[in-house]
């Protein structure tokens, strides 16, 4: 079935043309290896080649064989101890085994030795501030913040609000297997609009633990979910609990993988609603730089309903990118950020009934001082529908003030 000239297929076509052009541009790991051993091989004839030496162990952490570039740039150094670049990626390659106080040690040299650009020391200080949190048992971040939120449907401003904490507890062990928990709360309040009102809450639970035996080597976290849907339409009022599985796969310092697999239950407070959920996302991280980051994913999620409901079936992609930076006015060493996101979904229901769903949005944040930040966000939400009844049009323009702890 069609609707507004886009069959399923098109979006399975688009979903998959992306995904594939993203994992087209993946480096080679069997051209990173023959590079290898050929930077190995001359390395052979020329042992007292610190360039060489270094081109070996930044190929040999690119290939995530950190131990090899450990014991390279060891040698390196001892042939030249003022070899600032062969001290940062010793570092790097300490922090990756696990050995956060002998990464900490070799940060702090390359700190205080070398004249260091304002990007460098930034980025040392940086691992050197990771390395001495990955030494605490237990370690937390999150985010309060509130504001007001502009609905043009509506016409109405009401108040928003999120909440995040997140927290790792180290279970032991060099590499630092860890449970990690996730608390998200956001919510809309619209005083002469009660009927818009939502609130949503989400709880993950589960161990994180290393595939290789390495800090930055591949992890899978199986993990318990709970999430909660306070809503006035009883249609879009649920409880969700689901229990799955999340791999992530940093192949290279600037390309991740991930793939999420999820199986539950969706309870809602509407009548003959409740249904058996299975779920899956893949998808992959670009780092350009430093401070950019792009972000595909594409989703399958399938709900068969109990006691005679209505099936539903969701296929969808979602884009997302972002840049930090420093404005030339700002006296807070910390970077902005400008981020922006894309979200096609389709829907096709057990009636016949099939929704197109279109969602972007951007957004930038900055901030007040080291912890106080501002957000400024635009978003909208379009659905097309075969049912006229259920066509929307959203547009959310919100100014949220925050603190980060």
């Known amino acids: 079935?069609?609707?507004?000239?886009?069959?399923?297929?098109?979006?399975?076509?688009?979903?998959?043309?992306?995904?594939?052009?993203?994992?087209?541009?993946?480096?080679?790991?069997?051209?990173?290896?023959?590079?290898?051993?050929?930077?190995?091989?001359?390395?052979?004839?020329?042992?007292?080649?610190?360039?060489?030496?270094?081109?070996?162990?930044?190929?040999?952490?690119?290939?995530?064989?950190?131990e090899a570039a450990a014991a390279t740039l060891e040698r390196l150094l001892d042939l030249d101890p003022q070899a600032q670049d062969a001290r940062l990626a010793l570092a790097k390659a300490y922090f990756a085994l696990g050995a956060n106080a002998v990464a900490e040690y070799h940060l702090t040299l390359y700190r205080e030795r070398g004249q260091l650009t304002e990007a460098e020391a930034a980025e040392a200080d940086a691992f050197v501030q990771e390395a001495r949190i990955r030494q605490q048992p237990l370690?937390?971040?999150?985010?309060?913040?509130?504001?007001?939120?502009?609905?043009?449907?509506?016409?109405?401003?009401?108040?928003?609000?999120?909440?995040?904490?997140?927290?790792?507890?180290?279970?032991?062990?060099?590499?630092?297997?860890?449970?990690?928990?996730?608390?998200?709360?956001?919510?809309y309040r619209f005083s002469d609009a009660p009927g818009a009102d939502t609130t949503q809450f989400l709880f993950r639970t589960g161990p994180v633990l290393s595939l290789d035996g390495q800090a930055f080597g591949p992890r899978i976290q199986t993990y318990f979910e709970a999430r909660l849907v306070e809503d006035d339409d009883p249609?879009?009022?649920?409880?969700?609990?689901?229990?799955?599985?999340?791999?992530?796969?940093?192949?290279?310092?600037?390309?991740?993988?991930?793939a999420d697999l999820g199986?539950?239950?969706?309870?809602?407070?509407?009548?003959?609603?409740?249904?058996?959920?299975?779920?899956?996302?893949?998808?992959?991280?670009?780092?350009?730089?430093?401070?950019?980051?792009?972000?595909?994913s594409t989703r399958w999620q399938d709900e068969q309903a109990r006691g005679g409901g209505?099936?539903?079936?969701?296929?969808?992609?979602?884009?997302?990118?972002?840049?930090?930076?420093?404005?030339a006015w700002s006296r807070v060493d910390r970077n902005w950020e400008i981020s922006g996101f894309l979200q096609i979904d389709r829907d096709e229901f057990g009636t016949g009934r099939e929704d197109d769903l279109t969602s972007y949005g951007v957004a930038l944040k900055g901030y007040l001082t080291e912890a106080a930040f501002w957000r400024l966000s635009a978003r909208r939400v379009e659905r097309d529908s075969t049912t006229a009844a259920f066509d929307s049009r959203e547009t959310f323009i919100g100014l949220q003030a925050g603190w980060e702890f």
């Open 1 to 66: 079935m069609t609707f507004h000239g886009r069959p399923r297929s098109a979006y399975a076509g688009l979903i998959l043309a992306l995904f594939g052009v993203l994992l087209f541009a993946l480096p080679s790991p069997a051209a990173a290896q023959t590079e290898r051993d050929a930077v190995f091989a001359q390395m052979l004839e020329r042992p007292a080649d610190t360039a060489l030496m270094l081109r070996y162990a930044q190929l040999s952490i690119d290939a995530r064989d950190y």
């Open 139 to 187: 370690t937390f971040e999150g985010f309060l913040s509130a504001g007001a939120v502009r609905r043009s449907d509506l016409g109405e401003t009401g108040l928003s609000y999120s909440a995040a904490l997140g927290l790792d507890w180290d279970m032991g062990g060099a590499i630092a297997n860890s449970w990690r928990t996730i608390f998200r709360l956001d919510g």
């Open 235 to 258: 249609a879009d009022d649920a409880d969700t609990l689901v229990l799955g599985a999340l791999y992530t796969n940093p192949i290279t310092d600037k390309w991740s993988v991930f």
């Open 310 to 327: 209505t099936d539903r079936e969701r296929i969808g992609a979602r884009l997302d990118a972002s840049l930090k930076f420093s404005p």
């Open 263 to 296: 199986f539950g239950r969706i309870r809602r407070d509407a009548p003959a609603t409740d249904a058996d959920l299975a779920r899956f996302q893949i998808g992959a991280t670009l780092r350009p730089t430093e401070r950019t980051r792009i972000r595909f």
